[in-house]
């Protein structure tokens, strides 16, 4: 059973910063396509970031590229989310998640594990 924990959420003021870490209990964690969704109050989830097994593939939401980047260590069996130049709209909850089906996928569907969520709050 994999087991992903979320960390580094909070609020912080628009133009901030903030990283999200996600942490992994898992053997394998190299065959893993991770990524980061979020939802918004009264929204459904969607995908923010991806990054396939190697890492040497990323992929954005367009209302986040060139603000965030995601990237994982292995080593340590965890991703993150560095997020730049926040925005109200960024406001959600955020939430990790793994695959193993595809070296990336940016579809919710294809995620089988998922963590419980770190809340992010950007205010204006």
């Known amino acids: 059973q994999v087991r992903l924990v979320e960390s580094g959420g909070g609020l912080v003021q628009a133009g901030g910063s903030l990283r999200l870490s996600c942490t992994a209990s898992?053997?394998?964690?190299?065959?893993?396509?991770l990524g980061w969704f979020r939802q918004a109050p009264g929204k459904e989830r969607a995908f923010v970031a991806g990054i396939s097994t190697t890492g040497g593939y990323t992929g954005y939401a367009d209302s986040v590229k060139g603000r965030f980047t995601i990237s994982r260590d292995d080593a340590k069996n965890t991703v993150y989310l560095q997020m730049n130049s926040l925005k109200p709209e960024d406001t959600a909850v955020y939430y990790c998640?793994?695959?193993?089906?595809?070296?990336?996928?940016?579809?919710?569907?294809?995620?089988?594990?998922w963590g419980q969520g770190t809340q992010v709050t950007v205010s204006s």
């Open positions: 998640a793994a695959q193993w089906r595809r070296p990336y996928s940016h579809f919710g569907k294809d995620y089988d594990h």
């Open positions: 898992v053997h394998t964690f190299t065959v893993y396509g």
